[in-house]
Nanobody, 120 residues
Framework: QVQLVESGGGLVQPGGSLRLSCAAS????????MGWYRQAPGKQRDLVAT???????NYADDVKGRFTLSRDGAKNTVYLQMNNLKPEDTAVYYC??????????????WGQGTQVTVSS
């Protein structure tokens, strides 16, 4: 079984910063992709940022230059540093994992989500 433990959400004023973390554990042979998506009320779940096994980052256009995704491979953990937050960043942020177990196809797994609210 696989677990994703998310932390770091909360309430912050516009222009402020937050850092989300997501730690993966369990029956994981290797990790292909890890990162974050977000879903605002009444909207679909959208990409925020992901990082692949070779270390390639992919960011949504509206977070480029403000958010930075990094990883600690030894801990199977990713960190999303969010700076200059805007009210439109308000959403539930979900950790995403694509992993492999030995001799199986890649599998997708989602965290339970953490609320980020940007408001004065």
């Amino acid at each position: 079984q696989v677990q994703l433990v998310e932390s770091g959400g909360g309430l912050v004023q516009p222009g402020g910063s937050l850092r989300l973390s997501c730690a993966a554990s369990g029956s994981i042979f290797s990790i292909n992709v890890m990162g974050w998506y977000r879903q605002a009320p009444g909207k679909q779940r959208d990409l925020v940022a992901t990082i692949t096994d070779p270390g390639l980052n992919n960011y949504a256009d509206d977070v480029k230059g403000r958010f930075t995704l990094s990883r600690d491979g030894a801990k199977n953990t990713v960190y999303l540093q969010m700076n200059n937050l805007k009210p439109e960043d308000t959403a539930v942020y979900y950790c995403y994992l694509q992993f492999r177990v030995l001799r199986r196809d890649p599998q997708d797994f989602w965290g339970q989500g953490t609320q980020v609210t940007v408001s004065s």
